[in-house]
């Protein structure tokens, strides 16, 4: 098998367009068009074109620094949060570009969903209020009822509800990073995404809750479309069906390299800089 | 000779270290003699009647100083009730929408606002309100008490804002919340804390605020008669009490101050152990 | 790899429920909400500027009457409508020049004493009383120097001073026990805890390798203050003082207690005097005529002038020291 395959690697272009081809038949649920992003003057991801699969876990890996974090920010347009952050290109939901004038990248953040590297449960809010907050604070009446029920129902589904139903009114702070970070997952499913963007979401964690982490995500791939981003290779051959490799190019503008199934990436990479970085030769 | 210049090194040493905390020391002791005086002397003066009688015509012996007791709460209500929305939302306007030149313009103006004398300010307030309208008033030491405190709050809010992390910040609009819900229902709370002692620094020091007083407030022989009159507050019945040749009023302004020492340094003290707590 | 077609018809339905459309009302309520918090701050430069120019309009009188006069003339005469800022100015100057003199190297003292010096377990409780010390109320000061500083002042003080330096002008005259000394001492009080808080933070700016630089090449606690530790945090030292001097400047019911009010230029630390801010105090409720409040706008006017170009410049020598301080993070 490897053998047919690195011959076949030899010859690229043929292989490309298979894969292109592949691509097409599967519905895609967001197709980023030549998306480039700067942070003030600084360009930090160039050209990058690539359709995200739906209800299938994309895992974005690459060394540090190569606009794997930009990149998703993007793709929920938080990147123009962030300081002098803006963008070039387009990315289509639903064949509609989330970058046309007049989306709302409030209601677009309903849709596509988002949990960071770093738990960050509000400090104030109980662990109740912190599920409850996306609907709270997105709409001016609900019914107590419903809120308990979405709240219970997201935190069942983040798979942490048997930990924490005795003390739903207790901070948030007060569980462990873990438990924070599967809090911010409810808290993320609780307004019903269709797409879920995770950065980096064990960096900060422990093996066991990583684990734990690793087959909540498994289980949201039923339903929710997921894109993370990790620096963990391990971790992405474990969970994701696609992946995607970036690498900074000369000019430090992240680019994409490769893009295609989890497995085709991990044994059989077509490009040289891929084959590279997961055999760890640098990065 | 190197063990004299090592002598002469160490001995400088000593004496300069010992200089500085005979420094320290002063200061504290100075502290000590002001509040020790004060305490003692305002207790032995304090009694029932100071809290719950009005102000006697002059020469006469006994009355207190409900009037201007509950002139100074009235004061210190309506200053706030100016001075925190407008400090407030400045702050808010700075840690979470102004760009950076406007953000540092703004925050200069209210540093040097802070900086500028209260009875600069009661001059002012003498000009906008009391001239206008012809009558010392309540309203207008209200508004010269405003000034004064809108820029403590407003430092102080801008402040806690910015120690709330930005990770809630972009946590709270991943959720799709928009960003006047995400500053009132996420980020505010976070610094709740620090607003509030903010706010209670700002009010004890407008509650002990003299000078602003003397020509709007302007201190009142009837007491409280609404907002549009002159009014007698605490620290001005003081300052006249102290300049009287009344041996009996003297006593009453020391009864005065040892109350205002100890509702200001109260709310300090409260604020030093709120704020220790948070950081637990 | 799992296709797709199985989104089925609820998801279709809910996505489509679902517009994404720009919402104008929870953007409207965004612009309210910013913008009214832009003209809330913008309340407090218009404060500023309001001041500077109600001042000045109210002013007028005075200055259309007397011009550059009002400042070198010493003269407060209400019956003749002749009027003059010299003895104010003065005694201002005068008054916070004695504070500073005794404040500074106190609080220098006491602030390297808190950052250098103090175990641990002290620097909390120390600093909070000196804070303490700000918080009380002017007018409690004054109370206390009128009843305990200025008989002390009178009596020790001014009695030694006036029989062995009675020949020297400072120290000449009758001892009130009210006047310029006993104003400078108050003052001295009063700016004690700010210049100390101030250049406290300033110090405690300096990175600790400046510290164990020092110490490592031999210097004593002292040298490794006097030659790491000061130089590095000039500025803020100068802007801490600067703030204090515009707290001096500007203060009015201690001063106005114990200075003795009386509009006099003299060359006598025992002399009573007046100061800017007393002056105000002091006849504003008395003011009659349209120039004599415009003379005492005028005054106020000044005082604005004076301590606003002060804490300019302290603020932006504070700045510029928390600036250096960001960049070497």
């Known amino acids: 098998m490897m053998t047919i395959n690195n011959l076949v690697n030899e010859n690229i272009l043929p292989k490309l367009e298979t894969t292109h081809n592949q691509h097409k038949d599967q519905k895609g649920i967001l197709e980023v068009q030549d998306l480039s992003a700067w942070y003030g003057n600084a360009l930090a991801i160039k050209h990058v074109s690539l359709t995200i699969k739906s209800r299938a876990i994309t895992s974005i890996i690459g060394p540090s620094g190569c606009g794997k974090s930009t990149f998703i920010r993007c793709l929920n347009r938080m990147h123009e949060v962030s300081h002098g952050g803006h963008v070039e290109g387009c990315v289509l939901l639903d064949d509609k570009d989330i970058y046309a004038r007049d989306v709302d990248p409030v209601v677009l953040r309903r849709r596509i969903g988002m949990v960071f590297q770093k738990p960050a449960p509000f400090p104030t809010m109980s662990i109740f209020d912190n599920v409850g907050a996306g609907l709270k604070l997105t709409r001016f009446f609900s019914k107590r009822w419903e809120i308990e029920e979405i709240v219970e129902k997201s935190l069942r589904r983040a798979a942490l509800w048997d930990e924490v139903k005795d003390k739903l009114n207790q901070s948030g702070a007060s569980l462990s990073g873990g438990q924070q970070q599967r809090l911010c997952i409810a808290r993320a499913i609780a307004v019903e995404p269709e797409i879920i963007l995770l950065d980096e979401p064990c960096s900060a964690l422990d093996p066991a809750s990583t684990l734990k982490i690793e087959d909540l995500m498994r289980n949201l791939a039923e339903q929710y479309t997921i894109v993370i981003v990790t620096h963990n290779m391990q971790q992405a051959a474990r969970v994701s069906d696609m992946a995607v490799f970036f690498m900074m190019a000369p000019d430090k503008a992240g680019e994409l390299v490769e893009y295609g199934s989890t497995s085709q990436i991990f044994t059989n990479p077509r490009e040289k800089r891929t084959e590279d970085y997961i055999t760890g030769r640098f990065g | 000779m190197s063990e004299r210049v090592y002598l002469r090194r160490k001995w400088l040493n000593r004496i300069m270290l010992g200089l500085c905390g005979i420094a320290a020391a002063s200061a504290i002791i100075m502290l000590a003699l002001i509040l020790g005086y004060t305490l003692a002397r305002g207790i032995g003066a304090m009694n029932i009647n100071f809290l719950i009688s009005a102000a006697k015509p002059v020469g006469e012996v006994g009355g207190g100083m409900r009037n201007e007791i509950f002139g100074t709460f009235i004061l210190v209500i309506l200053g706030s009730v100016l001075a925190i929305p407008v400090g407030l939302m400045a702050g808010i306007f700075v840690s979470e929408f102004a760009n950076p030149k406007v953000a540092t313009a703004v925050r200069f103006a209210a540093d040097i606002l802070a900086g500028i004398p209260s009875i600069v300010v009661g001059v002012f307030a003498y000009a906008i309100v009391v001239q206008p309208m012809h009558s010392y008033s309540a309203i207008s030491a209200g508004v010269a008490l405003a000034i004064i405190m809108v820029p403590i709050v407003a430092r102080t809010a801008e402040e806690s804002l910015r120690l709330v992390p930005n990770s809630m910040r972009e946590a709270a609009l991943a959720l799709g919340i928009t960003r006047w819900r995400a500053v009132v229902g996420v980020i505010i709370p976070g610094a709740l804390t620090g607003i509030m002692t903010g706010i209670m620094l700002a009010v004890a020091r407008i509650a002990g605020e003299t000078a602003p007083l003397i020509f709007t407030a302007l201190g009142s022989q009837f007491g409280v008669q609404g907002l549009l009159k002159p009014i007698g507050a605490l620290p001005l019945q003081i300052y006249h009490y102290a300049l009287s040749p009344y041996r009996d009023q003297q006593q009453q302004a020391w009864a005065g101050a040892f109350l205002l020492i100890l509702l200001v340094l109260g709310i300090s003290i409260l604020v030093r152990w709120i704020s220790n707590r948070k950081h637990i | ?329």
């Not at chain 3, 010390?133 to 009128?146: E, R, T, Y």
């Not at chain 3, 104003?183 to 101030?198: E, F, N, Q, R, S």
């Not at chain 3, 800017?276 to 409040?293: H, M, P, T």
């Open chain 3, 1 to 329: 790899m799992r296709l797709i077609n199985d989104n089925g018809p609820e998801a279709k339905s809910l996505m489509k429920a679902r517009s994404w459309r720009y919402n104008p009302s929870t953007h409207f309520a965004d612009k309210i909400f910013s913008n009214s918090t832009l003209i809330f701050a913008m309340i407090i430069v218009g404060i500023l500027l309001s001041l500077v120019i109600v001042l000045a309009i109210n002013a007028m009188p005075a200055i259309n009457k007397f011009g550059f006069s009002f400042i070198g003339n010493s003269s407060w005469d209400a019956v003749r409508s002749v009027f003059g800022a010299l003895p104010a100015i003065f005694g201002t100057l005068l008054s916070s020049a004695i504070g500073l003199l005794i404040a500074v190297p106190l609080s220098l003292g006491a602030a390297i004493f808190l950052v250098e010096l103090a175990p641990l377990w002290l620097r909390g409780p120390a600093s909070f009383v000196i804070e303490m010390l700000a918080a009380i109320p002017s007018v409690i000061i004054g109370l206390w120097g009128l009843f305990v500083l200025v008989p002390f002042v009178r009596k020790p003080i001014e009695s030694w001073f006036g029989s062995k330096l009675g020949f020297l002008p400072l120290f000449q005259g009758p001892p009130f026990g009210v006047g310029f000394l006993a104003a400078g001492i108050i003052l001295a009080i009063m700016v004690l805890p700010i210049i100390t808080a101030m250049s406290r933070d300033a110090m405690r700016a300096v990175p600790d390798q400046q510290r164990e630089a020092m110490l490592a090449l031999g210097s004593t606690r002292w040298e490794m203050i006097r030659q790491s530790v000061l130089p590095n945090c000039r500025s803020g030292l100068v802007g801490a003082v600067i703030l204090g001097l515009g707290r001096a400047l500007g203060e009015t019911m201690a001063v106005t207690m114990v200075i003795g009010n009386s509009y006099t230029i003299s060359s006598s630390l025992f002399s009573p005097g007046s100061t800017i801010a007393s002056k105000i105090a002091n006849e504003f409720s008395e003011a009659s005529s349209g120039v004599f409040v415009g003379s005492l706008m005028e005054l106020a006017l000044i005082l604005f002038g004076i301590t606003l170009v002060v804490n300019v410049i302290a603020r932006v020598l504070l700045w510029r020291m928390t600036a250096v301080k960001g960049t070497m993070e």
